[in-house]
């Protein structure tokens, strides 16, 4: 059974810090891309970051450039996303994602999403 659970959201001043975990279980952890995307409600999801395979070869979004870090645990099948100085407008529900590294795009998992508020 494929699980991708986010925890480490919740409420958190301007400029404060969150750590979002996603762990994952029932597929192959190693061999896949994995990315973090937020959504606000009535806008398209947003993808925020990504990360690859080797843990070396990181994407993010303009907007979170600087300021959020994404990692991944592969013994440990975890990815996080780290995030610093947070602004409101980071305010979203945050989903994991998890697609394969290469080759045809035969399966795209995402987790329940946890919601991170932002307060001025």
């Known amino acids: 059974q494929v699980q991708l659970v986010e925890t480490g959201g919740g409420v958190v001043q301007s400029g404060g810090s969150l750590r979002l975990s996603c762990a994952a279980s029932?597929?192959?952890?190693?061999?896949?891309?994995m990315t973090w995307h937020r959504q606000v409600p009535g806008k398209e999801r947003e993808l925020v970051a990504s990360i690859q395979i080797n843990g070396r070869n990181t994407n993010y979004a303009d907007s979170v450039k600087g300021r959020f870090t994404i990692s991944r645990d592969n013994p440990k099948n975890t990815v996080s996303l780290q995030m610093n100085s947070l602004k409101p407008e980071d305010t979203a529900v945050y989903y994991c994602?998890?697609?394969?590294?290469?080759?045809?795009?035969?399966?795209?998992?995402w987790g329940q999403g946890t919601q991170v508020t932002v307060s001025s």
């Open positions: 994602n998890a697609k394969p590294a290469w080759g045809p795009l035969v399966y795209d998992y």
């Open positions: 029932g597929f192959t952890f190693g061999r896949s891309t």
